[in-house]
């Protein structure tokens, strides 16, 4: 009889431990995990493609397998040039313009650790993700009280992030999928 408590108290628990995991996916969780795999299969460290709805804006990734996904998105005083290297799939060279020359006032810097996607709660033991919008850092890390916010504020600054995390991570994906 003890048997069967505990093995219904070890299923309860995985269970929970599952309910937990599957509550913080992210719209962006399985479309990160998507354009590691395309960088992988194009043996690519860096992604970078045009904003279609905005003439000024890039976007761009560097992935640092086992470690991060670190995608930009910012105006370039000279789309014309960095479209070029896109055209010419000198993705790593329009990354780093873009991450060097994009107005910081423009600029919004995903740190995506495990590159697993924007998660809105820190998994213990594990970095969390963060957003540098315009200079500003907000740290996916659970601790909003540090932040000096109120917990609605967090879940709908998380919410908003990962929305345009997933919008970015659909174009790079198209960008690494392309035709050579």
């Given amino acids: 009889m003890n048997m069967r408590i505990s093995g219904c108290l070890i299923a309860a628990i995985v269970g929970l431990g599952v309910s937990a995991a599957s509550a913080q ?27 279609p709805a905005a003439p000024d804006v890039f976007f761009g990734a560097l992935h ?16 014309m040039a960095l479209e070029l290297r896109i055209i010419r799939r000198e993705y790593k060279d329009a990354y780093l313009d873009l991450q ?3 107005p ?3 600029r919004v810097m995903f740190e995506d650790m495990g590159a697993n996607g924007l998660l809105a709660k820190r998994v213990p033991n594990q970095a969390f993700d963060s957003i540098d919008r ?3 850092r907000l740290s996916f890390d659970s601790n909003w009280k540090a932040q000096k916010i109120k ?6 600054a998380h919410a908003e992030a990962d929305a345009r995390y997933a919008q970015i991570l659909t174009l790079l994906i198209a960008e690494a999928k392309r035709p050579k």
């Fill in 64 to 79: 640092i397998p086992g470690l991060q996904l670190l995608v930009l998105d910012g105006h370039y005083s000279s789309p």
């Fill in 104 to 106: 910081v006032a423009t």
């Fill in 134 to 136: 315009a200079g500003k």
């Fill in 151 to 156: 917990e609605e504020e967090y879940l709908k």
């Fill in 25 to 51: 996916e992210s719209k962006s969780a399985p479309l990160a995990k998507e354009l590691v795999a395309a960088l992988d299969a194009a043996k690519l460290d860096s992604i970078a493609a045009k904003d």
């Fill in 100 to 102: 060097g020359s994009s």
